[in-house]
């Protein structure tokens, strides 16, 4: 028993430890691309890439454990031959992922994943059309030298491990104990116990995006690339390119067409009273119009939400992208919307790529930083941020033990206590040297979600009980600031990263799923109104850009809803379903069945084509990042 213990966690440490030597080998030979670095940022990248390479090493261990049950019952030669191919297997595979991401990582800038593989099996010749021979040649020594070193270091370990096995007396009760271990090896695969499972965003922890890819394992980006990896080029054919590009002209904000459109001063909507306010976004999560009174809702809910409305700027139909945070949250903070067949927040390589409100800000002398209570893993969230712009998130483990007593995390008035501290400590603190600049600030709410469990209660139905106890956050946040300076230059923006929860029972095929409410509020807002254009979350980016006269040229889907040039209209999508809501018509198309769901308004239909070529050129456009 303890021979096959003591083997089983050797052998895992094994492939651990040939993990974390490949980053300072990876950041070594590219030393030109982290010169200027501290000394302390290779043991920065090998610490927050471990989660990986524990994961990574917990699946290529899984068939040694099945093979240390084996050996409980023979010794024989056919097992040893068994074991001794895997790790020839493995030594190979190990190999060409780290020899063949070295040499892409130059020319690509992000670590390897499945395209390498597509470029191949669909042309070969083309795949190594831009390497010479002696690259070739020299790539294909470098995976032999590599292979064999390891294949080596495999045996030997292996071969230490063998001669110490024997025969147990009591087989079946040692079988059983190996089992359990080889099933314990799931915590560190799926990276323990949040809700949250393992992936390359676990990586991530540094605004300099070198460091972060230098902490990605590739064998683990490989492997979830080829979990999730979709040609959305060929997704949502609805007609030829031509047509949908001319059709696209029209649903695209006239600065993205040409960039020195320039909105007359008699015609813009000024909203903030300040030129650069400070700007906090606090995203509700699962929030809807119908819970407050001011949008048709019900009464006594989001009371605070409510009387904020009456002194701030409401947008009255306001829709959300899609109905989960992930495609909610690039939404709002990327301008970009949501698709129905995938998440682009799963694909780090193409989140980087993506235009963001933080980046925008923080190259206009912003100071950026995101709050959320939960866990910043969660579907590759902290990648996402980081890349987009924050220099730094405050998460669940910014709390104390005490502090994280909900399912997501801390509870919604501890992370708005976070975020106001944070921001009375900045103005105390005289010694900061950026203390003039404005600051973003992005706080993410999670109680209103199910389990519904909050430390409040005003009403008897949980779900509701839980929006009021946010919304009570919300209240108790504001009334604090006001008593700040910082308050008469702050624009605060409340928008749900999606509606869930309530109304109950709601389909995808009713346009009251997506309905949400935008408020801004704060002492820089000029005067309180209500705005009735339609406009989708996608769109808050290029109309608070804006705002704030800065280029929005780059956020291509997204259309200032204060421009009167702008194309007017909402745009979600679900799996295989979108909508496209405008004044004169809802619809809503079943890209499944290839039938319109839902044709409302004095143009019926008029909708339809707009909404597929939007559709079309959205993935032609994930296609392309």
């Known amino acids: 028993m303890k021979e096959r213990l003591i083997g089983l966690i050797k052998t895992y440490i094994l492939f651990v430890c040939i993990f974390i030597l490949q980053k300072p080998l990876f950041i070594l030979y590219y030393s030109s691309l982290y010169a200027g670095t501290s000394w302390t940022d290779p043991f920065l990248v090998i610490w927050n890439g471990l989660p990986l390479d524990l994961s990574l090493a917990g699946y290529l261990t899984a068939i040694p454990g099945l093979l240390f049950i084996a050996s409980a019952w023979t010794l024989s030669k056919t097992l040893r031959s068994i074991w001794n191919g895997y790790y020839f297997f493995i030594a190979i595979l190990l190999a060409v992922i780290f020899i063949v991401d070295l040499g ?26 831009s390497m010479n021979i002696w690259q070739m040649i020299g790539g294909i020594i470098a995976m032999i030298v590599y292979a064999s070193l390891l294949y080596v270091i495999f045996l030997w370990v292996q071969r230490g491990i063998w001669r110490g096995l024997k025969l147990p007396y009591r087989r079946l009760s040692v079988s059983g104990v190996m089992l359990l271990l080889t099933a314990l090896l799931f915590i560190p695969i799926r990276g323990g116990f949040t809700v949250s499972t393992m992936n390359t965003g676990k990586a991530y922890f540094s605004s300099n995006q070198r460091l972060n890819h230098a902490a990605i394992n590739p064998a683990f980006s490989l492997m979830e690339s080829l979990s999730k990896q979709k040609d959305f080029s060929k997704q949502y054919r609805f007609m030829e390119a031509a047509q949908a590009d001319e059709l696209m002209k029209k649903l695209v904000d006239p600065q993205v067409l040409d960039s020195t459109v320039v909105v007359p001063d008699t015609l813009r909507t000024a909203l903030f009273k300040t030129e650069r306010p400070n700007v906090i976004f606090v995203i509700l999560e699962s929030f809807s119009s119908k819970l407050m009174t001011t949008l048709g809702g019900e009464p006594d809910i989001a009371v605070q939400m409510d009387s904020l409305a009456s002194e701030g700027v409401l947008f009255t139909n306001f829709f959300a992208n899609s109905f989960r945070t992930d495609r909610g949250l690039v939404s709002i903070l990327s301008g970009y919307p949501a698709q129905p067949t995938t998440s682009i927040m799963k694909y780090p390589r193409k989140t980087q790529n993506l235009p963001a409100i933080a980046g925008s800000l923080r190259d206009a002398g912003y100071r950026t930083k995101y709050y959320y209570g939960g866990d910043a893993d969660f579907t590759n969230m902290r990648s996402y941020l980081m890349s987009s712009g924050f220099e730094s998130i405050v998460s669940d483990q910014d709390f104390s033990v005490s502090e994280r007593l909900s399912k997501w995390g801390a509870h919604d008035h501890l992370v708005f206590n976070r975020l106001l501290e944070d921001i009375k400590a900045e103005a105390a603190d005289t010694t900061m040297a950026d203390n003039a600049r404005p600051f973003y600030r992005v706080l993410q709410t999670s109680s209103s979600h199910e389990p519904f469990e909050v430390p409040y209660r005003r009403l008897a139905n949980d779900r509701l009980n839980a929006f009021a106890y946010t919304d009570s956050c919300v209240g108790d946040f504001v009334k604090r600031f006001r008593e700040l300076p910082q308050w008469k230059n702050t624009v605060i923006v409340f928008v749900p990263d999606h509606l869930g929860a309530y109304p109950e029972q709601l389909n995808n095929q009713s346009v009251d799923r997506y309905q949400i409410p935008l408020l801004l509020v704060g002492g820089a807002i000029s ?12 769109d808050i980016a290029a109309t608070l850009l804006a705002q704030l006269s800065l280029p929005h040229q780059k956020f291509v889907f997204s259309k200032d809803m204060l421009n009167p040039a702008s194309p007017h209209f909402a745009f979600f999508a679900v799996p295989d379903l979108f909508g496209m809501v405008t004044p004169e018509n809802l619809l809503i198309f079943n890209c499944e069945a290839d039938a319109v769901a839902v044709d409302e308004g004095t143009a019926k239909g008029g909708n339809l084509l707009p909404g597929k070529a939007y559709l079309q050129k959205l993935y032609d456009d994930i296609a392309k990042r």
């Open 527 to 538: 005067e309180p109104r209500r705005i009735d254009v339609y406009g989708s979350q996608h």
């Open 104 to 129: 892409l990582y130059e020319y690509w800038g992000f670590r390897l994943d499945a395209t390498p593989l597509f470029y191949f099996f669909s042309s070969p010749k083309d795949a190594f059309a």
